[in-house]
């Protein structure tokens, strides 16, 4: 079983999301044990205060190095555990980093979230605990609540026995079934929706067709939308074939 541990200022935010669908269902098939630790409780006041003005001045308010720190210590099995920090500066994620951090968690047999709030956190915190910073984009968020669980949402759902067909997980985009490009279009009942039939491919019965056809596809939105994924021979195929 998998230790997941978030540490976060707003503790019912990402219960709530834990307990819910995928991330949930992993919970009860006993595959994930969720933590949820209040930062706050490692305040050193009686206010609960977590941060203050920076050293130096400046616009904003810094996350206090020993509420973080302690924190950590507080749920930290081993030194080897990973520990990932939610922020801008970080490694931006993506289906590899998503495996690779998934397989480091497994290792240990469990993995640490820091929320990352305020304008940053003390660099001490960062001197002392070194995280892996981890980003989901090239903007800022309120906190890092919702990077965390995007984070977590993208490793539980890869952990073997999570999805009721793991085949699903290699057919999305960017997964290695795509070779890292965009997934396919896709078609469910009724076959006419407003005079817009599914493409004949898809009712013959011939898989290998629909396999071809569904690569085609994928290669060509690739092309169209995300062509930084693709080699431009890649590219330019996709155009001619599709």
Not at 65 to 76: K, L, N, Y
Not at 201 to 218: D, M, P, Y
Request: negative net charge; proline residues 5%; aromatic residues 4%.
């Amino acid at each position: 079983m998998l230790e997941v541990k978030v540490l976060t200022l707003f503790p019912d935010m990402v219960r709530t999301v834990l307990e819910t669908s995928i991330c949930g269902r992993a919970a009860k098939q006993g595959l994930v044990r969720y933590e949820v630790t209040d930062i706050r409780d490692f305040s050193v006041d009686k206010h609960r205060t977590v941060d203050d003005t920076p050293y130096g001045g400046g616009a904003g308010m810094i996350m206090m190095a020993p509420c973080v720190v302690e924190a950590v210590e507080s749920v930290r099995s081993d030194a080897d555990t990973p520990v990932l920090l939610t922020s801008p500066q970080g490694e931006t994620l993506d289906e590899q980093l998503v495996l690779e951090l998934l397989a480091d968690a497994q290792e240990a047999g469990e993995i640490i979230l820091v929320c990352g709030h305020y304008k940053g956190i003390d660099e001490r915190a960062m001197q002392l605990l070194k995280p892996r910073e981890i980003s989901i984009g090239d903007y800022v968020l309120t906190g890092g609540e919702l990077p965390a669980l995007v984070i977590v949402d993208s490793m539980v759902r890869r952990i073997e026995g999570v999805l009721s067909d793991a085949a699903s997980a290699e057919s999305d985009s960017f997964a290695d079934g795509r070779q890292g490009g965009l997934d396919c279009p896709w078609y469910t009942k009724p076959p006419v929706y407003r005079e817009l039939p599914i493409p004949e491919v898809l009712l013959t019965g011939h898989h290998a067709k629909i396999n071809e056809w569904r690569s085609q596809q994928a290669l060509k939105r690739t092309s169209e939308r995300r062509p930084d994924l693709l080699a431009d021979n890649d590219a330019d195929s996709a155009l001619k074939d599709a």
